[in-house]
């Protein structure tokens, strides 16, 4: 069997070919822990800083939309900031990628967190001098969306070339574990220096933070493990052969269409969160806020819980069967919160979804990454995870 790590040349024809004699992944004869990757030094190095940024994207939502409320009476601009966070991602996702692609991927991963270092510095300012404006806000809310648009592709091409085939899954499962713990991590620092200190702060530390995780990063000297076929590209003709490589793999396809239909139907839960929330208040042992709190940071125990046993659990079973299992555990769990007559067993479905949203997307994310030679991994992520924004999204809307 080839190295999926090799370059696949243009046929002929012109047509996009896959992997050769490409098959789906096979579960390793023994268990990998969860953890195994963070032995690599340079694995350890990028989800650290990945870790770092997420935290950072969580204060930075959380503090914009606790200073809309400030700005503005209207529920549509205090709505917008979410919009404007996540909106780059789906716009943003394939030319991310391909620039990822075509770029030294090292050097891009550093802008982007400079980027988002330049965006904290930008509101800091705005906010020193009463600058600060609804409309802007939104602005350098949108601004610091496109850092996480540009840095989510390039953090998933560059995994591959850091840690083993046999342990990609659990890297998978471990930038699963950054994310789930910043959503738990970043809203309580930034409620806790918003309440003592202000959200001035919040966008302070995003910046140090930001620059911090920069400044490590050009530790890493990175050495490309394979010259792109096609050549230098451009950016339009990067997207296209992206999206034609796409267009012509059953594998990538396949992937793309479980990943939507997955998280259409997953995002109910998160969707309708805050009513949910809302019929507990008054008859559990938490009020308020705290209920809509307590319940977003069980699904991210959950998630956590899970990313520990997913070797385990991927050892049982094969990539398909994990697909259809989370899948039915996860229309399980949002059964069980929306019948759920008292809050703690409300807390144990959350965790239970938590724990089958995890597991899914690992075993799609992995599926996705090796369907995809080097030279357009970063393009084929992007697609992957504009999906997931797509099917949430359209899932949202509809639920």
Known sequence: MSDPHTPIPPS?????????????????????????PLRTPTFRLLWSVTLVANICVWMNDVAAAWMMTSLTTSPVLVALVQTASTL???LLGLPSGALADILDRR????FTQFWV???????????????????LLLALTFA??????????????LMPEVVSKPLLPSAMALS????????????????AIIASAGTLWVFVLNALLSVVAGLILLRWQRTPPTTNPLGRERLPSAMRVGLQFIKESPRMRAVIARTVAFFFMSTAIMALLPLTAKRFDGIGFISGAGVFTVLLASMGTGAIIGAAFLPRIRQALSGDALVLTGSCLQATA???????PNLPLAIFCMMVA??????????LAVKAQMALPNWVRARGMAAYQMSIMGGTALGAALW
């Open 176 to 191: 699963g574990v950054a994310m789930n713990a910043s959503r738990i991590v970043g809203p309580l620092v930034a409620g």
């Open 334 to 340: 949002t059964v069980g919160v929306a019948l759920s």
């Open 107 to 110: 050097r891009y991963f550093i």
């Open 12 to 36: 002929p024809s012109g047509r996009l070919l896959e992997e050769p004699g490409a098959t789906p992944a096979t579960q390793p004869a023994k268990v990998t822990s969860t953890w195994a």
């Open 354 to 363: 938590g724990l089958s949203l995890l597991s899914t997307a690992n075993a």
């Open 88 to 90: 780059p991602v789906f």
């Open 144 to 157: 610091n969306g496109i850092g996480m648009a540009m840095r989510w592709p390039v953090f998933s091409a």
């Open 117 to 135: 270092a330049a965006v904290a510095l930008l509101l800091c300012t705005a906010l020193a001098f009463d600058l600060m404006s609804a409309p």
